[in-house]
């Protein structure tokens, strides 16, 4: 293994791209002076304000409508609150969402389940429950993170909430402020 030292390495006059690495190995590009192929596209949101009136033991879609950073534009934070990345490959999913119900004490189940297409991840074995079975509680924040394959073009994920409550109250059940985020990153092809 050799050993490269050096004050300036510079692109050829005219253009702008830097490429460490050959067919041979892993390559990384750097695009105006930002490294790109890792961790990008990249995205996290989270709500402005409670989303409250969400039906008992029904999945809704979180309406994620602050962008905290988005580095590509590739989530939508005013109509479909999903992300679409137009780069293909493995992503690095994460959610976690404050659900609460009408009455203190009165949560059974509190999840969140990563959707892709429209569909729960691996028929919904990629989500978070917080079950109380008879103890009711108030209000649970779960948490979710999967590895999804993307095909970069109309794939798209979204982040979906439930809870069950005892009194089925929807009026102010749902999903709040508080613990509030979802987001991801490219991780690699």
């Known amino acids: ?63 994620f409508n602050t962008e905290i950073f988005d580095t590509d534009s590739a989530y939508d934070n005013s109509s479909n609150y999903r992300f679409t990345p137009q780069k293909a490959g493995k992503y690095l999913v994460y959610g976690t969402q404050r659900i609460t119900t009408t009455n203190n004490g009165q949560l059974r189940n509190a999840i969140v389940t990563i959707y892709k297409n429209g569909s729960a991840l691996e028929s919904g074995s990629r989500s978070s429950n917080f079950n109380y079975n008879s103890n009711d509680g108030k209000a649970s924040s779960p948490s979710v993170t999967a590895v999804v394959d993307m095909n970069g073009s109309s794939d798209y994920i979204e982040l979906y909430g439930e809870h069950s409550s005892s009194d089925s109250a929807t009026s102010s059940s749902g999903f709040n402020t508080a613990s509030s985020v979802f987001g991801a990153y490219r991780i690699g092809a």
């Open 1 to 63: 293994m050799s050993k490269l030292e050096a004050n300036t390495i510079d692109t050829v006059s005219g253009t702008t791209n830097l490429t460490i690495g050959s067919t041979n190995s892993s390559t990384v590009t750097f695009e105006n002076g930002s490294a790109t192929g890792h961790m990008y596209p990249a995205f996290e949101v989270r709500l402005s304000s409670n989303q409250y009136g969400v039906a008992n033991a029904t999945p809704t879609k979180i309406n």
